[in-house]
């Protein structure tokens, strides 16, 4: 009650003073990705080039605080102890919820122009760790967070609403990792309207995978996006591409299950449940064809023992996805695909593989012997792909990988590299016998930087926002009247930079890295990571 009375004056007190600063309209938006390790904001400007009458989004700043919202959230076990199951649960406290915030605010504040702070639009989305908290949390805990934030002096960003901060819906975040994807490589421009050198190519499509879910957003061909033409009946059949990059065009699906970690522990349960109905000799010991040979691990009191068989363990990953179209021998054999008990169209068109997609598969060209896919990195065929699991999965853990797991790749941590052999097997069957790549395709490219930029979802949405608003208010900075440069703080800052903040009941302090790993660096982020797995990078990166 105290924090709704308290928001309702904020808003009534807004309404007034809005009014009175609109003299500067901002052309900065602020985007926070709001994962299950912390909050990363990024800062873009809208510049516009008055001679070619272009405008385009450039990335300002991002910077991260290693405290996750979830953290705030009030779990049933810390009040069992009240009287009554109806009691409310404890008030949150605004001023603790928002306090490892202002730093990434006031860092902000340093790169955007202070006549600027006033009008810059704020947007929180939080991603599939919030995901997991019932609804009612959620939002007592953006209330507090919402409240903490405007009681504090040093908070600027003064048209920030309530409504800014909400939980991204995994759709969303599919389409706008395509429309950032689409923007870096130059196929579409700031208004979303496709570039007509490109347009006969088609938009990319998208796919990210993290350790709690994973996303894909492509255009059908079936899409109204592509319109048809038959100007004589004997006359050709045509396509062409409508001018314009729509969500509605796009089939974009979430699948929350579907992230690495919680697939390979539905696998791992598994097993289990076939060893116990089984009642085998081996006690507590249960044969793993998706681990490297000789390597073993604890799951719920067995032993998970690394057999390094990649056929074998493809056939287990196939028992227990939800789809109607596979085939143990591994053909797809339908034109119809359901991955998670959705069914989605045929694929089409060309696609981007990101996160996971890449830096897993990017270990299993190193790691693998296999030739093909060295020398067609990174746009392999899914048949290369598919042999080379048998070299990896194969190798022996002592006396081999063991020996080089400090520095076994690029983007492999220690402690990832014993589940590169599982996810490499996943990752290719998912997208074979899942979303249907052809054996022979090589429509996927895989990466995570294009054109030296991020490819993430917060750039899209931040283009996709402007787009929308783009009827609303035609104003965004121009190349020809910016202010001067001696004004601008921070200006032409292209790299993330790290504000490290913790809570006194939280320790979780990473070395900074755009996607929470620092080549030759060691670190551990607290077990928030195994509890409340996410999309983002920071929480999944491997």
């Avoid at 790749?409 to 899942?434: I, Q």
């Avoid at 060691?522 to 928030?528: G, I, L, P, Q």
Wanted: charged residues 20%; contains cysteine.
């Amino acid at each position: 009650m105290i924090i709704s009375i308290a928001l309702l004056q904020y808003h009534c007190i807004h309404a007034y003073s809005s009014r009175q600063q609109n003299e500067f309209i901002s052309p900065f938006r602020i985007i926070i990705d709001g994962g299950s390790t912390g909050s990363r904001l990024h800062i873009f400007e809208f510049e516009h080039d008055d001679e070619n009458d272009i405008t385009s989004c450039i990335r300002r700043g991002s910077t991260k605080a290693y405290v996750p919202l979830t953290a705030f959230a009030r779990l049933p076990s810390q009040f069992h102890h009240l009287d009554s199951s109806d009691s409310p649960p404890p008030p949150l406290n605004a001023t603790h919820v928002a306090q490892h915030l202002l730093p990434l605010f006031q860092h902000a504040a340093e790169i955007i122009p202070t006549q600027y702070h006033s009008t810059t639009s704020v947007q929180y989305q939080a991603t599939a760790g919030m995901r997991l908290l019932d609804y009612e949390e959620q939002e007592a805990v953006y209330d507090a967070l919402f409240l903490g934030l405007i009681q504090d002096s040093t908070f600027v960003f003064e048209s920030m609403q309530r409504r800014d901060i909400a939980t991204l819906s995994g759709d969303l975040e599919a389409f706008y990792g395509a429309v950032a994807a689409n923007y870096i490589q130059g196929l579409i421009d700031a208004e979303l309207n496709i570039n007509e050198e490109h347009a006969h190519h088609g938009p990319l499509g998208a796919l990210d995978m993290g350790g709690a879910s994973m996303q894909i957003g492509f255009v059908p061909s079936h899409s109204t996006l592509y319109t048809t033409s038959e100007e004589e009946c004997d006359a050709p059949t045509t396509t062409t591409i409508s001018n314009r990059l729509d969500e509605d065009n796009f089939f974009s699906q979430s699948y929350l299950a579907y992230g690495v970690d919680q697939f390979r522990e539905r696998l791992w349960d598994s097993w289990i449940e076939e060893h116990e109905r089984e009642k085998t000799c081996s006690a507590n010991i249960i044969y793993d064809p998706c681990s490297f040979r000789g390597y073993e691990r604890m799951w719920k009191g067995y032993v998970l023992h690394g057999t390094g068989e990649a056929n074998e363990c493809t056939k287990k990953v196939k028992n227990i996805m939800d789809f109607d179209n596979i085939s143990l021998d591994g053909e797809s054999p339908s034109s119809s695909f359901k991955v998670g008990g959705v069914v989605h169209p045929q694929v089409s068109g060309k696609f981007l593989g990101m996160a996971l997609f890449f830096f897993t598969l990017d270990c299993l060209r190193h790691l693998s012997t296999h030739e093909g896919l060295k020398k067609s990195w990174p746009n392999p065929s899914i048949l290369e792909l598919t042999e080379s699991l048998e070299s990896l999965c194969s190798r022996h853990w002592q006396g081999d990988l063991v020996n080089i797991r400090h520095n076994s790749h690029e983007y492999t941590r220690e402690e990832v590299l014993p589940e590169r052999c599982f996810e490499s097997v996943y990752l290719v069957t998912l997208l074979r016998d899942g979303f249907g790549f052809a054996q022979d395709s090589r429509d996927i490219t895989f990466t995570y930087l294009l054109n030296g930029d991020e490819v993430e979802w917060s750039m899209g949405m931040a283009i996709a926002s402007f787009a929308a608003d783009k009827s609303k208010s035609t104003f965004v900075s121009s190349n020809n009247n910016m202010i001067p440069r001696s004004q601008e703080v921070g200006r032409g800052i292209n790299k993330s930079q790290e504000v490290q903040t913790t809570l006194e009941d939280t320790d979780v302090v990473v070395p900074h890295h755009p996607y929470g790993y620092v080549p030759d660096q060691n670190f551990t982020v607290d077990n928030r990571c195994d509890i409340l797995k996410d999309v983002s990078y920071f929480c999944t990166f491997r």
